[in-house]
């Protein structure tokens, strides 16, 4: 079959030709830049006051909506492992995107009522979806869930769909069936929660009423049950639909594992969904969107193994049927601290806000994703979306203000490992990256011209200092290191030589220190190091050669590739020595970045 690019042969097609380095968990990409990823909730067994209230360690399958001013993030919590019981569905909210509310439960573990027993087989009940949030053409906000048997909760193992009324007040309305299970025999007489049609607000029903007639909204539910009623007008779905509207009216359909399709009729029917050859991924989610600025983007895992899901990033489109620029949107894998079942190495199921559950201000693209299953994050990617600076690079952060975005940086920032742009007693604004915990850091990374002949500058001060260590690394586009620094845990500045590191000076608590290097990549590379003005490293040679670099990385922590694709994802370990425990902090300030490139 001739596979003609935007037809129902071949939706979307990526045209790019660059795929991922395998042995890095940046995977050799482009950054696009200025990306914020904040992580919103960090699990903890121990002291649950810091997480999430129980000390659950597997965390999952996030959604988002933006209403009434604020973010929602919603996802599924279970004590240890996937698809075993007890397991609930908790919510979080943000005004910014950047600081979190303490998680709720909106959809607790389901109890089912007094003399309804468990099937055979099954050892007990679970939450599983696609779909989190729904903003009623009435303006009514729905949140979702699906109740479902141990360990596999879809179809003849389902209990029904869920639904609860959000208010602006922050409260929520009762639980109610909207949907049950089409292939099982439950109804309200034998579940624990009544039907929608029961409830006495009649603006509840109506907006319950527009979702089940919205087709591209209720395609999200067909892998949980898929409709023996005839409630779908399009029954050949893969697993977690998300869709985007082409610029000529029609829908495109993305699924797991590269399946995509067209419809004509507003998800009314799709083409028969076929694999986008030239996007590999494998059981992670696709996510696919048209941006602020009228163009499109699809993120994913650009990777073939489903256990080892980094790293996270995207392709863009004028015209949302071909893509381009594979381009990194999270390249850090931390260490997964609690072993569960089936919690994927990386970032995952990425998902941003489907269209009509909101558009937060300005033009920013937003999604949200678990790390290793076991954390939640989200994202924040400027529009338009880039991965080349063409100009010097100038930033005192004067221009920028705190708690606002630090434009054209890419920042990680885990709960107790913040990046902050903050002002100092005497009105001084600079980049802050601090570091309370034992199995993360803070990174920040300034993109600037790709070039073979670089001076970067900027000014350092180490406000703490106790067990962790500060490196700053200039890169390469593919996170190759040729010049590399050490702030050590004893206050010593340490500057690769080849392939040793040399003490340069201890520098003291609370002071500016100035430096300046000067790179060239000619022949095998070399680079030479300033310290306040003074010449400490000369014509030094690098690390390794490269052809050019392009990036400046400032990181709480050493250098780590590590889960990497050989790491045992099955295999059980007690929790990481102190993993809910903080470390004494360190805390780090930059400012004054200046980078100048000539090409040779």
């Not at 940086?409 to 309370?436: F, H, M």
Request: with cysteine; aromatic share 12%.
């Amino acid at each position: 079959m001739v596979a003609q690019t935007g037809s129902v042969h071949e939706p979307v097609r990526y045209i790019g030709g660059t795929h991922i380095n395998r042995f890095t968990h940046e995977g050799g990409l482009r950054y696009a830049i200025g990306v914020e990823n904040i992580q919103t909730m960090r699990a903890n067994r121990s002291h649950p006051e810091h997480s999430d209230g129980f000390g659950w360690t597997y965390n999952h399958a996030s959604n988002l909506a933006f209403w009434n001013g604020q973010f929602f993030q919603q996802h599924i919590s279970g004590e240890s492992d996937e698809h075993v019981p007890p397991v609930q569905t908790l919510l979080i909210t943000s005004t910014d995107g950047k600081e979190w509310s303490f998680p709720k439960v909106v959809f607790p573990p389901y109890q089912a009522p007094e003399g309804v027993k468990i099937p055979e087989g099954s050892t007990g009940y679970m939450m599983h979806q696609r779909m989190g949030f729904y903003v009623a053409p009435n303006g009514r906000f729905l949140t979702l869930a699906f109740y479902g048997h141990t360990e596999n909760p879809f179809r003849e193992n389902g209990i029904g769909r869920v639904v609860r009324e959000i208010y602006k007040d922050g409260t929520f309305g009762p639980i109610y069936f909207i949907r049950y299970d089409s292939q099982t025999n439950w109804d309200e007489s034998n579940t624990s929660y009544p039907f929608y049609k029961t409830s006495k607000d009649k603006g509840f029903i109506k907006a319950c009423e527009a979702l089940l007639k919205d087709k591209k909204q209720t395609l999200q539910w067909f892998e949980e049950d898929n409709g023996d009623d005839g409630f779908y007008t399009f029954n050949k779905g893969e697993q977690a639909f998300s869709w985007y509207h082409r610029k000529d009216g029609k829908v495109v359909g993305l699924w797991k594992k590269s399946y995509t399709a067209l419809s004509d009729d507003e998800g009314e029917t799709f083409s028969d969904p076929v694999k986008a050859q030239t996007l590999i991924m494998s059981g992670g989610k696709m996510w696919g969107q048209q941006t602020e600025d009228g163009k499109y983007a699809i993120s994913y895992n650009p990777i073939d193994q489903t256990q080892y899901r980094f790293p996270m990033a995207l392709v863009t489109s004028n015209d949302g049927i071909v893509y381009d620029n594979l381009l990194l949107v999270q390249g850090e894998v931390p260490p997964r601290r609690f072993f569960g079942r089936w919690k994927d190495f990386g970032p995952c199921y990425m998902r941003g806000i489907t269209e009509g559950n909101g558009n937060p201000p300005g033009d920013d693209m937003w999604m949200t994703y678990s790390m290793n299953k076991e954390d939640i994050w989200m994202c924040r990617i400027p529009v338009p979306i880039k991965y080349a600076i063409t100009e010097d690079v100038n930033d005192d952060f004067e221009n920028m203000r705190e708690g606002e975005n630090i434009i054209d940086w890419n920042t990680y920032s885990p709960k107790w490992a913040k990046v902050n742009l903050i002002k100092e007693p005497n009105g001084n604004r600079c980049l802050q990256l601090t570091d309370e915990d034992h199995y993360d850091y803070s990174r920040a990374i300034r993109v600037f011209e790709e070039g073979t002949n670089v001076k970067v500058h900027f000014k350092i001060k180490l406000e703490s200092i106790d067990t962790t260590q500060f490196d700053i690394d200039i890169t390469d586009r593919y996170g190759n290191r040729p010049v590399q620094i050490t702030l050590n845990k004893e206050g010593m500045l340490v500057a690769s030589n080849g392939s040793v590191m040399k003490s340069v000076m201890k520098l003291r608590l609370d002071e500016w220190y100035d430096i300046k290097i000067e790179m060239n990549t000619s022949g095998l590379g070399s680079y030479s190091l300033f310290l306040n003005e003074k010449q400490v490293i000369k014509e030094a040679p690098t690390v390794m050669a490269v052809k050019s670099v392009e990036r400046l990385s400032f990181r709480t922590g050493p250098y780590r590739d590590i889960p990497n694709r050989k790491t045992p994802n099955e295999e059980k370990y007690p929790p990481l020595l102190n993993a809910d425990e903080k470390q004494n902090k360190s805390s780090y300030l930059i400012d004054d970045v200046f980078v100048s490139t000539k090409n040779q």
